[in-house]
């Protein structure tokens, strides 16, 4: 299959769902809660339409798995991976730290990914084996080394009535300890791609769905990232925690990580 394809129209789409969330960015007059803070608004759903529209005019028969809508038919070799727009809550809050999100998975594997931030005009892609690009220049992680002397990243899940609370402030409580700093910027596929750029040594987030990883870690580990979930083992989409370093510091960063969830 033609990868390079693959990603124009990818590109595409994501640049037309982001003209739309620019199009309500400050002016979102509806609002509605899918859980106890998880939002969505009409920019979501707008946007998602008109990235599915520009897929399915290109490729009519393949799966489509998005955040709003769920999974729709086609088939399931070749499948796409939509978060319309990652980072809602900052887009309701009039904050610009947002994302549209879109991968491309052949027989199950991610070998597509393109993440857009409307506002900067940033787009960050990747083909497997080929690498990773922001704007169209090849990207790769920091070389920062030890952790004291990295900036890290991380998230907190959206329906904290099901999180083990003592384990994830562990988790937090060691890794501030132990680095140069953490942010907390909400948008994890933003936050993985930052990784890939060298802005951010390390990312660790759990309790994620699909479409919020699945481009953003393609990225990352095209960009030389190590990605694993707190196991040390392969990520893939399907797992709820994920670890993404710059490599140096993931050893340092599984033993900060290592708490037993007790859900």
Same mark, same amino acid.
């Given at each position: 299959? /033609? %990868?390079?394809?693959? #990603?124009?129209?990818?590109?595409?789409? *994501?640049? !037309? @769902?982001?003209?739309?969330?620019?199009?309500?960015? @400050?002016?979102?007059?509806?609002?509605?809660? !899918?859980?106890?803070?998880?939002?969505?608004?009409?920019?979501?759903?707008?946007?998602?339409? &008109?990235?599915?529209?520009?897929?399915?005019?290109?490729? =009519?028969?393949?799966?489509?798995? *998005?955040?709003?809508?769920?999974?729709?038919?086609?088939?399931?070799?070749?499948?796409?991976?939509?978060?319309?727009?990652? @980072?809602?809550?900052?887009?309701?809050?009039?904050?610009?730290?947002?994302?549209?999100?879109?991968?491309? *998975? %052949?027989?199950?594997?991610?070998?597509?990914? +393109?993440?857009?931030?409307?506002?900067?005009?940033?787009?960050?892609?990747?083909?497997?084996?080929?690498?990773?690009?922001?704007?169209?220049? =090849?990207?790769?992680?920091?070389?920062?080394? =030890?952790?004291?002397?990295?900036?890290?990243?991380?998230?907190?899940?959206?329906?904290?009535?099901?999180?083990?609370?003592?384990?994830?402030?562990?988790?937090?409580?060691?890794?501030?300890?132990? *680095? &140069?700093?953490?942010?907390?910027?909400?948008?994890?596929?933003?936050? %993985?791609?930052?990784?890939?750029?060298?802005?951010? /040594?390390?990312?660790?987030? &759990?309790?994620?769905?699909?479409?919020?990883?699945?481009?953003?870690?393609?990225?990352? #580990?095209?960009?030389?990232?190590?990605?694993? /979930?707190?196991?040390?083992?392969?990520?893939?989409?399907? #797992? !709820?925690? +994920?670890?993404?370093?710059?490599?140096?510091?993931?050893?340092?960063?599984?033993?900060? %990580?290592? +708490? #037993?969830?007790?859900?």
């Amino acid at each position: 299959m /033609d %990868l390079k394809h693959v #990603k124009r129209v990818g590109m595409a789409a *994501a640049y !037309k @769902g982001g003209e739309i969330l620019r199009s309500y960015f @400050g002016k979102i007059f509806e609002i509605r809660k !899918k859980g106890a803070i998880d939002l969505v608004t009409e920019a979501d759903i707008r946007s998602e339409k &008109q990235i599915i529209k520009t897929i399915r005019g290109a490729f =009519p028969d393949h799966a489509i798995l *998005a955040e709003e809508s769920g999974l729709s038919e086609g088939t399931i070799q070749h499948q796409w991976i939509i978060d319309p727009l990652d @980072g809602t809550t900052n887009f309701a809050h009039g904050l610009s730290f947002f994302a549209v999100s879109i991968a491309f *998975a %052949l027989d199950g594997n991610v070998v597509v990914g +393109i993440v857009l931030c409307p506002v900067t005009g940033e787009i960050f892609t990747a083909i497997a084996d080929k690498g990773a690009d922001l704007n169209g220049r =090849p990207i790769s992680v920091s070389a920062s080394f =030890p952790l004291s002397e990295s900036l890290l990243v991380t998230g907190f899940p959206y329906d904290l009535k099901k999180m083990h609370i003592p384990s994830l402030l562990t988790r937090f409580a060691n890794c501030l300890k132990a *680095a &140069q700093g953490i942010r907390r910027f909400g948008s994890a596929a933003l936050d %993985l791609c930052l990784v890939a750029c060298g802005r951010f /040594d390390g990312f660790w987030e &759990q309790h994620l769905n699909p479409w919020d990883t699945a481009a953003g870690a393609l990225i990352a #580990k095209e960009a030389g990232a190590m990605v694993t /979930d707190f196991s040390d083992k392969p990520f893939t989409v399907d #797992k !709820k925690e +994920i670890l993404a370093t710059n490599g140096k510091i993931h050893k340092e960063m599984l033993l900060l %990580l290592e +708490i #037993k969830d007790t859900e």
